[in-house]
């Protein structure tokens, strides 16, 4: 499923969901904010914050910042509007994929410890044929571990490391490797923790950056804002292959903003299912603000201050160097070292939380050969992950980008297409009129 095919899927797949729902976050925005915002009693897991935080890691990697430059440089302008769109229409199916997690987990005894576990393995079990999807998910889960969790990020966080400070490659790979190992191997309580701190803090400081780009091109804003709607509905033919500037601008816009926000692919669902609530609705509202803060937000200032730099086309090329000299046109050689350490910071983030989806999976598939095995079998994968930092210092990124659309498109039908059967399964809030309003009165239709 490419090209054209995929962006239709999407949007067939989030406007039949939101439909199912009620379009419920849409009808009633502020209420929908309050019970986010709302306090409960805590149960079993990590505390909804922190799994929020863990699933926004695995999203703000580098697709937030190189993944927007490739969308505008292979899909045009107009590929931002996509990935908006993108957004919106699967919105509510990470709302869905959330619920079905948190309320199909089960528990865990590790070392006299309960914990929770779940996600897209436990929730496609119930479908027709359950076992073999849910094993067709992990497999493809553990792949793009790999691929988009390890290599993609190493890739992208050794570069910057080495252009910024002049670190030979394997250098830079090693540090990579030796801090993830010592996270990795911690379980998902420490890479909540390392996660939990400094996502709040990357973000704010990538914001504060972006915006101040923004706010001194503000006049030239509005003619920013109709390039990309120009763009994203022009039927005139560019590029090489006479490709129809629309369809590409669909096209990347939709792949890219899948690949930064997740939603629908099943990935987010494994950290929420660990959440310590007892309401799925509420853990699942942390899931549409996921999808906000990702796309609606970060993505949308990369792409501002890349269009308001000058850039766009479809040629391709270095996406890294393009946010990079972005930025230095505004902010010179300082640029450099703030993209750096943001890179860094968002690539480790999110390859510390892959190699945790990529062990739960792993844990699925084994679960049926007992404990010894399972601890072997994650040791031999953690232990091959942190080795796979050191391949990332010398793949092309170009190759990279390509098998990753296909691998988060594959997920992402075999994981929507299973949420859509199991809608039925899901509630949403319910919308009080009274000033009282409780996270209680979400329980029910």
Same mark, same amino acid.
């Given at each position: 499923?490419?090209?054209?095919?995929?962006?239709?899927?999407?949007?067939?797949?989030?406007?039949?969901?939101?439909? *199912?729902?009620?379009?419920?976050?849409?009808?009633?925005?502020?209420?929908?904010? *309050?019970?986010?915002?709302?306090?409960?009693?805590?149960?079993?897991?990590?505390?909804?914050?922190?799994?929020?935080?863990?699933?926004?890691? &695995?999203?703000? &990697?580098v697709?937030?910042?190189?993944?927007?430059?490739?969308?505008?440089?292979?899909?045009?302008?107009?590929?931002?509007?996509?990935?908006?769109?993108?957004?919106?229409?699967?919105?509510?199916?990470?709302?869905?994929?959330v619920?079905?997690?948190?309320?199909?987990?089960?528990?865990?005894?590790?070392?006299?410890?309960?914990?929770?576990?779940?996600?897209?393995?436990?929730?496609?079990?119930?479908?027709?044929?359950?076992?073999?999807?849910?094993?067709?998910?992990?497999?493809?889960?553990?792949?793009?571990?790999?691929?988009?969790?390890?290599?993609?990020?190493?890739?992208?966080?050794?570069?910057?490391?080495?252009?910024?400070?002049?670190?030979?490659?394997?250098?830079?790979?090693?540090?990579?490797?030796?801090?993830?190992?010592?996270?990795?191997? #911690?379980? *998902?309580?420490?890479?909540?923790?390392?996660?939990?701190?400094?996502?709040?803090?990357?973000?704010?400081?990538?914001?504060?950056?972006?915006?101040?780009?923004?706010?001194?091109?503000?006049?030239?804003?509005?003619?920013?804002?109709?390039e990309?709607?120009?763009?994203?509905?022009?039927?005139?033919?560019?590029?090489?292959?006479?490709?129809?500037?629309?369809?590409?601008?669909?096209?990347?816009?939709?792949?890219?903003?899948?690949?930064?926000?997740?939603?629908?692919? #099943?990935?987010?669902?494994?950290?929420?299912?660990?959440?310590?609530?007892?309401?799925p609705?509420?853990?699942?509202?942390?899931?549409?603000?996921?999808?906000?803060v990702?796309?609606?937000?970060?993505?949308?200032?990369?792409?501002?201050?890349?269009?308001?730099s000058?850039? &766009?086309?479809?040629?391709?090329?270095?996406?890294?160097?393009?946010?990079?000299?972005?930025?230095?046109?505004?902010? &010179?050689?300082?640029?450099?070292?703030?993209l750096?350490?943001?890179?860094?910071?968002y690539?480790?983030?999110?390859?510390v939380?892959?190699?945790?989806?990529?062990?739960?999976?792993?844990?699925?598939?084994?679960?049926?050969?007992?404990?010894?095995?399972?601890?072997?079998?994650?040791?031999?994968?953690?232990?091959?992950?942190?080795?796979?930092?050191?391949?990332?210092?010398?793949?092309?990124?170009?190759?990279?980008?390509?098998?990753?659309?296909?691998?988060?498109?594959?997920m992402?039908?075999?994981?929507?297409?299973?949420?859509?059967?199991?809608?039925?399964?899901?509630?949403?809030p319910?919308?009080?009129?009274?000033?009282?309003?409780?996270?209680?009165?979400?329980?029910?239709?």
């Amino acid at each position: 499923m490419s090209g054209f095919l995929f962006p239709l899927f999407l949007c067939i797949a989030g406007g039949y969901t939101a439909y *199912r729902l009620r379009f419920f976050c849409f009808l009633h925005p502020i209420w929908t904010l *309050r019970c986010l915002l709302s306090r409960e009693n805590t149960a079993v897991g990590y505390s909804p914050y922190r799994a929020l935080a863990v699933a926004l890691a &695995g999203t703000l &990697g580098v697709g937030n910042i190189t993944g927007v430059a490739a969308a505008i440089m292979l899909g045009g302008a107009g590929a931002l509007f996509w990935m908006w769109v993108s957004a919106l229409c699967t919105m509510l199916i990470k709302y869905a994929e959330v619920y079905l997690a948190v309320s199909t987990r089960q528990k865990r005894v590790t070392n006299g410890a309960v914990s929770c576990f779940g996600g897209p393995m436990q929730y496609l079990r119930q479908l027709p044929g359950g076992p073999v999807w849910a094993t067709v998910f992990c497999l493809l889960c553990i792949a793009a571990s790999f691929l988009q969790g390890n290599l993609m990020q190493t890739n992208a966080a050794v570069v910057s490391m080495t252009d910024a400070f002049g670190l030979s490659p394997l250098t830079a790979a090693g540090m990579l490797g030796l801090a993830a190992a010592v996270l990795v191997f #911690g379980g *998902r309580g420490r890479i909540a923790g390392f996660c939990a701190s400094m996502i709040p803090f990357m973000t704010a400081l990538y914001l504060v950056m972006g915006g101040t780009v923004i706010l001194r091109n503000l006049p030239a804003l509005p003619t920013v804002l109709g390039e990309v709607l120009d763009s994203a509905f022009s039927m005139r033919a560019v590029g090489a292959g006479g490709g129809m500037s629309m369809l590409l601008a669909m096209r990347h816009g939709c792949a890219k903003g899948v690949f930064t926000h997740e939603a629908g692919c #099943g990935t987010a669902p494994i950290s929420h299912a660990g959440a310590e609530t007892e309401h799925p609705e509420r853990q699942a509202l942390l899931g549409v603000a996921e999808v906000f803060v990702d796309t609606m937000v970060l993505c949308t200032v990369t792409g501002l201050v890349l269009l308001l730099s000058g850039v &766009g086309g479809t040629d391709g090329g270095d996406y890294q160097q393009v946010v990079l000299d972005a930025f230095r046109l505004w902010f &010179g050689d300082a640029a450099g070292i703030f993209l750096t350490v943001s890179i860094v910071f968002y690539a480790f983030s999110a390859l510390v939380c892959w190699s945790f989806y990529g062990t739960e999976c792993l844990r699925h598939l084994l679960s049926d050969c007992g404990d010894i095995v399972v601890r072997r079998g994650v040791h031999v994968y953690l232990s091959l992950y942190v080795l796979c930092v050191f391949c990332g210092a010398g793949v092309g990124s170009a190759a990279l980008w390509r098998l990753s659309d296909v691998l988060t498109m594959a997920m992402t039908a075999l994981n929507t297409c299973g949420v859509m059967v199991l809608l039925g399964r899901v509630r949403v809030p319910v919308y009080e009129t009274k000033c009282k309003k409780t996270i209680d009165s979400t329980r029910q239709l």
